[in-house]
């Protein structure tokens, strides 16, 4: 079983700019656009707590779909956005990535926590990242101003 330590792949600096390190588990994909897809994990069972279900789909022959998008980059984002308020893990509760896995498949999302550690505005922002319709998920700029609107209201 592997284990991750995602709090260490999140980096924030003193002006509270956050940027992603340790890619070193992931590498290019042979024949793609680097605009259209630069990396793919090579571990994808560390970071399953956070990839979409997209990830998990699989073709007609049984070969995995390579579907990547900045839309599945929006459902990891939610699970970040809720280990930020909480301070777990998404699916903190569940033993082993391979049960987490099943849980994605069958489209259970992580269970919210309590009121007192996330409100309905934030939760309802999570889920609309985590919808089985990749279009339904927020774009990237409504990401930006929402995280910017609940951080005018916090200061």
Same mark, same amino acid.
């Given at each position: 079983m592997e284990t991750c330590t995602v709090w260490d792949n999140? +980096?924030?600096?003193n002006s509270g700019k956050? &940027? +992603?390190?340790?890619?070193? /588990? @992931? &590498?290019?994909?042979?024949? %793609? &656009? /680097?605009?259209l897809l630069p990396l793919y994990p090579t571990s994808p069972m560390c970071a399953?707590? *956070?990839?979409p279900p997209e990830y998990l789909m699989f073709g007609d022959d049984d070969s995995p779909s390579l579907v990547r998008s900045t839309a599945s980059d929006v459902y990891s984002f939610g699970g970040i956005m809720l280990?930020?308020? !909480?301070?777990?893990?998404?699916?903190?509760?569940?033993?082993?990535?391979m049960h987490i896995m099943m849980q994605k498949i069958k489209g259970i999302t992580p269970n919210r926590p309590s009121e007192s550690v996330i409100s309905n505005t934030e939760w309802d922002f999570i889920q609309r990242c985590w919808l089985l319709d990749m279009d339904g998920r927020p774009l990237?700029? !409504?990401? +930006? %101003? *929402?995280? !910017? !609107?609940?951080?005018? %209201?916090? @200061?």
């Open positions: 999140i +980096l924030i600096d956050a &940027s +992603l390190a340790d890619f070193g /588990s @992931s &590498s290019f994909l042979p024949g %793609t &656009s /680097s605009d399953m707590a *956070f990839a280990m930020v308020l !909480e301070g777990k893990t998404p699916y903190h509760y569940i033993a082993g990535q990237d700029s !409504e990401i +930006l %101003t *929402f995280v !910017e !609107e609940r951080a005018g %209201t916090q @200061s």
